[in-house]
């Protein structure tokens, strides 16, 4: 069936590091990979976004990259700060659908 | 983008009653969904709300418990009907339409706790 996983469920990093969370999913036809970041109190934000027709987006501090030979893509926070502390989550399509698969999310925590 | 607002942004419910959640979106969209969120965990679609006609529920979903309105395309209600302490979530809406290209917005989300 379709799956999407998320890893690492929890990641904390020092201000100014990088931060990588990666996805895998299981639907080889899946063409549009989007993340999202979820502040305390707040709906999930858009924050980049992927199609399948491409293997990377860079977006200033954020970039995606996309495997689709090994079905994975992973999110890429460089020169992390504070107020990327969140919870990110990655989706993929439902085959056929204009439903999403959300990933497990990740809990981001940037120590200052 | 689409601005999206809900209404309630948050409240605490009695054992039985029932609550209906309001989305407004700024803008006309083909699609609109609706998430459960529980405490600390991802999102779950409940079901997707069809203009002029009955919404799409996900397996384990049922109108009974959730039914739902779209009467138009910029509006949309969930009802949690019946509620038990097992309800208490964060319930989200989100839309998407044809010119945003497969990218789903959402709301800022009903925090909803049943005692």
């Known amino acids: 069936g379709e799956n999407v996983e998320q890893h690492p469920s929890t990641l904390s990093v020092q201000e100014g590091d990088s931060a990588v969370i990666k996805c895998t999913y299981s639907?080889?036809?899946?063409?549009?990979f989007p993340w999202y970041k979820q502040e305390l109190g707040k709906g999930p934000q858009l924050i980049i976004d992927i199609r399948s027709n491409v293997g990377e987006k860079k977006d200033q501090r954020i970039a995606v990259t996309l495997n689709k030979t090994a079905k994975h893509f992973s999110l890429h926070i460089t020169e992390t700060q504070p107020e990327d502390s969140a919870v990110y989550f990655c989706?993929?399509?439902?085959?056929?659908?204009?439903?999403?698969?959300f990933g497990t999310g990740t809990r981001l925590k940037v120590l200052a | 983008s689409a601005v999206i607002s809900q209404k309630p942004s948050r409240d605490i419910c009695q054992r039985g009653t029932s609550l209906t959640i309001q989305c407004q979106v700024d803008?006309?969209?083909?699609?609109m969904f609706w998430y459960r969120q529980q405490p600390g965990q991802s999102l779950t679609l409940i079901a997707t709300a069809n203009q002029g006609s009955e919404a799409t529920y996900e397996s384990g979903f049922v109108i009974d418990k959730f039914p739902i309105s779209r009467p138009n395309l910029t509006f949309s209600t969930l009802t949690v009907s019946n509620m038990s302490p097992e309800d208490s979530s964060i319930y989200l809406c989100?839309?998407?339409?044809?010119?945003?290209?497969?990218?789903?917005?959402f709301g800022p989300g009903t925090r909803l706790t049943v005692l």
């Open positions: 639907d080889s036809a899946s063409n549009y």
């Open positions: 803008s006309q969209v083909t699609m």
């Open positions: 989100s839309v998407e339409a044809l010119t945003m290209h497969n990218e789903q917005f």
């Open positions: 989706a993929a399509p439902k085959t056929g659908t204009y439903k999403y698969i």
